[in-house]
């Protein structure tokens, strides 16, 4: 299984908004709705962000959403904090049992 | 509350092997399945295998089939992960996570080291 593509940097200024683009194929994204985001600070076990393409866990804030359109999802971070600064993978189920991770991005805010 | 506690760091040599444990508590261990996900440093994270808590049934990524053996202890409510035929490269930092939904991990382990060299 290949990587899920994800851009290596992104920023944004606190408060405005970042979009942040992960990309796979028909066999993991565009085949099925179990696109995950995870947080990861430096030094930190990844944290749970969405699930299920758009489905937040209990406790993260609603600036964080996520959605998908066919083999590309997307999360977005609206009114961003100093806190966001991390980074930010995606991953997706593979089918039978299997999860593929994308390469990370950096987010940095301004 | 949920609580995934792995082993210590590990130091090896090349060519020898590594078992890392993550000790599960505030659930019920045989509901959810566990995967492993390592991260080389400065790397992304990368998903080695999964087991099904309940039925002790595995699934391995190609990229570690042969090489890693995931097993659980229902009695001590804990999952293992064993890596043989060490390498450099296989020096990373080496995580357990509880399955939430297909494809996603709610909790995470603290994370185990291991540092493969001669």
């Known amino acids: 299984q290949s990587a899920l593509t994800q851009p290596p940097s992104a920023s944004g200024s606190a408060g405005q908004s970042v979009t942040i683009s992960c990309t796979g194929t028909?066999?993991?994204?565009?085949?099925?709705?179990?696109v995950s985001w995870y947080q990861q600070h430096p030094g930190k076990a990844p944290k749970l962000m969405i699930y299920e393409v758009n489905q937040r866990p209990s406790g993260v804030p609603d600036r964080f959403s996520g959605s998908k359109s066919g083999n590309t999802a997307s999360l977005t971070v609206s009114g961003l904090q100093a806190e966001d600064e991390a980074d930010y993978y995606c991953?997706?189920?593979?089918?039978?049992?299997?999860?593929?991770f994308g390469g990370g991005t950096k987010l940095t805010v301004l | 509350q949920v609580q995934l506690v792995q082993s210590g760091a590990e130091v090896k040599k090349p060519g020898a092997s590594v078992k890392i444990s993550c000790k599960a508590s505030?659930?019920?261990?045989?509901?959810?399945?566990f995967h492993w996900v390592r991260q080389a440093p400065g790397q992304r994270l990368e998903s080695m295998g999964w087991?099904?808590?309940?039925?002790?049934?595995?699934k391995y990524s190609q990229e570690f089939q042969g090489r890693v053996t995931i097993t659980r202890d229902t009695s001590a409510s804990t999952a293992y992960m064993e890596l043989s035929s060490l390498r450099s490269e296989d020096t990373a930092v080496y995580y357990c996570?509880?399955?939430?939904?297909?494809?996603?991990?709610?909790?995470w382990g603290q994370g185990t080291l291991v540092t493969v060299s001669s």
């Open positions: 087991i099904n808590a309940g039925s002790g049934y595995t």
């Open positions: 996570a509880r399955d939430l939904s297909w494809g996603s991990f709610d909790h």
């Open positions: 028909s066999s993991d994204v565009g085949g099925y709705n179990y």
């Open positions: 505030g659930y019920t261990f045989a509901s959810h399945g």
């Open positions: 991953s997706s189920y593979a089918g039978f049992n299997t999860v593929v």
